[in-house]
């Protein structure tokens, strides 16, 4: 419990009526998760606006409510902010105590590679005996306690509390995913990081973002948030305009060129990398349970980070081989069949692009995607995703993601567009199923000796979204099961 005129010392207010003399039992946006004494922030959504639910959340025991919009409540303390956004950031830290001050907390953003930088990170440092939290898309873990995740980054208030839950179990270091919807929204407004990482930047997102330069300014904000050491990949061609914004030291890293953590020598098979890491004074033989150029730049990342937070490369070496993978990050699936079987989570041209070009390297046989683009997102990315698919790939099956609330057929054909650009046949180079598990079965029917399958879109999911509601779904388990279903027939 706090007094709300404690807590209000963190905001310039207006106070619509005068009684502040209230205790405060928690924080929410959603009225509907308001609880006896609660203190309501009302926001504008994109959707909806908090504003219309300010009787509501009275109804289920809000004692005080802040707004940004000129409101009325009868029997609460109603308080005008400019934006109730930063205002639900900064009041949340302080309701928890500014957990974040007494954590190591580690930000890692850019548009592909968080969940595995974030992974690689975390095993290194329980390795070292250092008790970890993480934060991000596919679950968050509070010491040996496990939350699923519904955002990436999620919003400012449940962001606090997990960080004061982490706390409160004995949590030393904290490793967060931080998407450019968090940035922009300032759910991690407050936040004091320790170190800020960049993995790269290619097209996502430009649904919510209004071009690609405001995508990269809300990379850049995360840089700017303090003075501690950033972990740079420099070669990516945005690294120079965010090298510009980081206000502490850099360290960077690279495949291509100059840096402070430099891999030569990479060697990709199907199973993994190895690779031998430059740095100004070592030289060290790294070899890793995840395959991909772009797994060299992930472990890179993760490695310049514990490097930087005090640990010596032999230290560190340990935890980063341990890892045998992340979930549905170029998952193998084996079943004891003669062909190659991986689903992945690219879901971004960029993502597509490197787990395609992986397979390459050791896949003899044909490469077989299915794949699809999820509803109610970018839809500039499914035509660039449907020319990837169909070119890199041998035979591509089309079909669905999370169509949330768009008609399936419709994405469907944005990312038809693309392949018809590059001129190939339906039926002969592609074809399209637009039920996802059809696809999958459809795809192991076809794959022949030394073929690989490689699905993509959807990795660690659970679920798919549909228009109405939301179904069990996980790629593996069709997967796992279509194989099966082969040697039952055979
Ligand atoms: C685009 C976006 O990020 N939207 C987020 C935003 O929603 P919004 O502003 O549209 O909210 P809204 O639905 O209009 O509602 C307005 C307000 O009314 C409240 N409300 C609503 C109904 C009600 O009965 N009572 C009530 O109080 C809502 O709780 C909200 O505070 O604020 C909400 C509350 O925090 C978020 O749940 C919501 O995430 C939506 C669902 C979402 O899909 N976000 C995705 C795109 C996202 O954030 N993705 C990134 C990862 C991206 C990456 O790959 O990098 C992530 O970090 O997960
Ligand atoms: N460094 C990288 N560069 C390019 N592509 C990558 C990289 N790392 C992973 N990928 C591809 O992107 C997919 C998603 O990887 P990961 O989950 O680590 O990224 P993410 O940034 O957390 O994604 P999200 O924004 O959805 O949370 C992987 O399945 C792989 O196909
Ligand atoms: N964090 C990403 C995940 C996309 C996963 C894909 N399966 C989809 O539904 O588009 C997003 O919210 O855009
Ligand atoms: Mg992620």
Do not use: W
Request: net charge negative; glycine share 8%.
């Amino acid at each position: 419990m706090i007094k709300l005129q404690e807590l209000l010392k963190v905001l310039e207010y207006k106070e619509l009526n005068q009684d502040l003399d209230i205790d405060i039992a928690g924080i929410t946006y959603d009225s509907r998760k308001v609880e006896e004494g609660y203190l309501f922030v009302a926001i504008t959504g994109f959707k909806s606006d908090g504003h219309q639910f300010i009787a509501n959340a009275v109804e289920n025991g809000a004692k005080a409510i802040i707004v940004e919009k000129d409101a009325e409540a009868s029997g609460v303390a109603v308080i005008k902010v400019e934006d109730s956004r930063k205002a639900l950031a900064q009041l949340s830290a302080k309701f928890y105590g500014y957990p974040s001050k007494e954590l190591t907390v580690v930000g890692v953003t850019g548009t592909n590679g968080k969940t595995t930088t974030t992974y690689l990170i975390e095993s290194m440092l329980k390795e070292l005996g250092i008790k970890t939290g993480l934060i991000g898309t596919i679950k968050t873990k509070i010491g040996d306690k496990e939350e699923d995740a519904s955002r990436t980054t999620p919003e400012s208030v449940d962001l606090q509390r997990i960080f004061a839950e982490m706390l409160e179990d004995g949590v030393t270091h904290a490793v967060m995913e931080v998407s450019s919807h968090a940035l922009e929204l300032d759910r991690v407004l407050g936040v004091d990081f320790d170190r800020q990482v960049f993995t790269n930047l290619s097209q996502d997102h430009l649904d919510f973002h209004e071009s690609f330069e405001d995508y990269l300014a809300a990379k850049i904000k995360l840089f700017k948030m303090n003075d501690k050491p950033s972990i740079i990949n420099v070669d990516d061609v945005r690294s120079e305009a965010i090298i510009k914004e980081a206000r502490g030291e850099v360290i960077s890293y690279s495949i291509n060129s100059e840096a402070d953590l430099k891999a030569e020598e990479i060697e990709v098979n199907k199973k993994g990398v190895s690779y031998t890491l430059k740095t100004n004074q070592e030289k060290l033989a790294i070899k890793l349970n995840l395959t991909g150029r772009f797994n060299v730049y992930n472990s890179l990342a993760a490695i310049g980070t514990v490097y930087s937070l005090g640990f010596s490369l032999a230290e560190i070496k340990k935890g980063l081989e341990k890892i045998e993978g992340v979930p549905g990050r170029f998952q193998i699936i084996n079943e004891g069949q003669d062909f190659g079987v991986i689903v992945d989570y690219a879901h971004t041209p960029d993502g597509m692009e490197n787990v395609l070009n992986t397979a390459s390297e050791f896949t003899k046989g044909r490469k077989i995607v299915v794949f699809g683009c999820g509803g109610d997102r970018d839809r500039t990315k499914r035509p660039i995703m449907g020319r990837i698919g169909v070119t890199l790939g041998d035979f591509a099956i089309v079909t669905s993601d999370n169509p949330r609330s768009e008609e399936p057929m419709a994405i469907i054909e944005d990312i038809k567009a693309g392949i018809e650009e590059e001129g190939k046949v339906e039926g002969e180079e592609y074809i399209i199923i637009e039920d996802r598990a059809t696809a999958i079965k459809e795809a192991i029917k076809l794959a022949k000796s030394e073929d690989i399958v490689i699905i993509v879109g959807k990795g660690h999911e659970t679920y798919q979204i549909l228009k109405d509601k939301t179904i069990d779904f996980d790629d593996r388990e069709i997967a796992r099961e279509a194989i099966k279903q082969l040697r039952i027939k055979s």
